[in-house]
């Protein structure tokens, strides 16, 4: 149930209702009550870190209640440092880690990614590299992570009309993938 006035009533500070939930089980079952979408999400990954803890193996859930919600608006990974980037199948189990962490951003600008940096960054990825960010996008949406794409094109940027329109052309083809 979503339901932001009964998580006020429990004391969740206003300024913080995006993303909180209550979590209750008892007899009577398991009750999740939050503000939104991103909330229902953080409660059932609580509830997952209950089920897979080893004392609940074999055993009956604990009787507990838990109010809970994001403390800082921002909480993720900023993928941005010089160096071998990191796999297609790295970031995707990172993406669902930080789901399961609640955090809320991965920014995706790897100094070494030709595409977001110089030499290349006025091209299109290519198709193989494009399929990859969309699909990393698709992870990000469906563990309530906000995918950010940056560029880095201070090595070689002309300030001028044309690479303007290459900017431009490179953001309009990001936003084409789901960024």
Sequence with gaps: AINSRELLSLDVPKECIDGAYALTINVEG??????????????IQTLRQIVERPIAKGASLPTLSIVDWPDLQYRGVVEGFYGEPWSHATRLSLIDMYGRYKMNYYIYGPKDDPYHSSPHWREPYPEQEAA?????VEACKRNHVNFVW?????????????????LVNKFEAMYDLGV
């Excluded at 002309?158 to 329109?165: L, Q």
Aim: hydrophobic letters at 40%; proline letters at 3%; a negative charge.
């Design 30 to 43: 398991i009750h999740i009550v939050a503000a939104d979408e991103s909330g229902v999400f953080y409660a």
């Design 132 to 136: 990859e960010i969309k699909e990393l």
């Design 150 to 166: 940056a560029i880095h094109p201070g090595q070689d940027i002309k300030w001028n009309e044309e690479d303007y329109k290459n």
